[in-house]
Each structure stands twice: as C-alpha cells, then as structure tokens.
C-alpha cells in the first residue's frame, strides 16, 4: 500500500509567496546559506539563493533556466533547477535580480 502525502499542507505551514509565469501564487521555501568562494585567489564569502517548491508548480510554470520568479516580493532568476529525493520537490538555484 502506497504511502498518500499532502505535500501541499507542509508547504502551507513552511512556505513563502512566490509568483512566476502569472498572477497565480504558489509557495516556496528560501534557503540563503553562504557559501565560500575564491575571486582573484582571495576568499569571500558569497550569499547562495535556493527555492525548494513542488515540482508540479515547476511544471506548471515553466520554471527553468532563465525564468523569472519572485520569492515574497522579491525579484530572482531561475539558473537551475534539480529534482531532490523522490522527485515531489525541486530545488531551484536562484540568482538574485
């Protein structure tokens, strides 16, 4: 027996308003972790923009390479997007526009 999930409730409760394609909102969840980069052989510290949303919304939106996508009234580009786990979620890296 297949296991049902309402992912729809977990984005409810974790989630941020997002809009992309259209007026219609879906919910995402905004990780911004640093990340350590090397310029000119000097280290800094750079920030890294990533949305996990429902791949369905991915699907419906057409959220690809080059994609805008606003995340709580804020302005982002798609640069990639990877399945995670069993594939319900997507991970979008974003850069911040």
């Known amino acids: 027996m297949a296991l049902e999930e309402d992912l729809s409730a977990f984005m409810e409760d974790h989630g941020l308003p ?3 394609g259209g007026p219609n ?3 995402g969840i905004l990780d ?3 990340d350590g980069v090397s310029v000119g052989g000097k280290a800094m510290t750079s920030t890294m923009y990533a ?3 429902l791949t369905t919304d991915v699907a419906a939106r057409g959220l690809k ?3 805008a996508v606003t995340v709580d009234g ?3 580009t798609v ?3 990877l399945s995670l786990d069993d594939g319900a979620f997507t991970q979008l890296t974003l850069t911040k526009t």
Request: aromatic residues 14%.
């Open 32 to 34: 911004q972790p640093d």
């Open 25 to 27: 909102v879906f919910l």
């Open 18 to 20: 997002c809009t992309a």
């Open 79 to 81: 640069r990639e997007s």
């Open 51 to 53: 949305l996990t949303v």
């Open 74 to 76: 804020r302005a982002f």
């Open 65 to 67: 390479y080059g994609a």
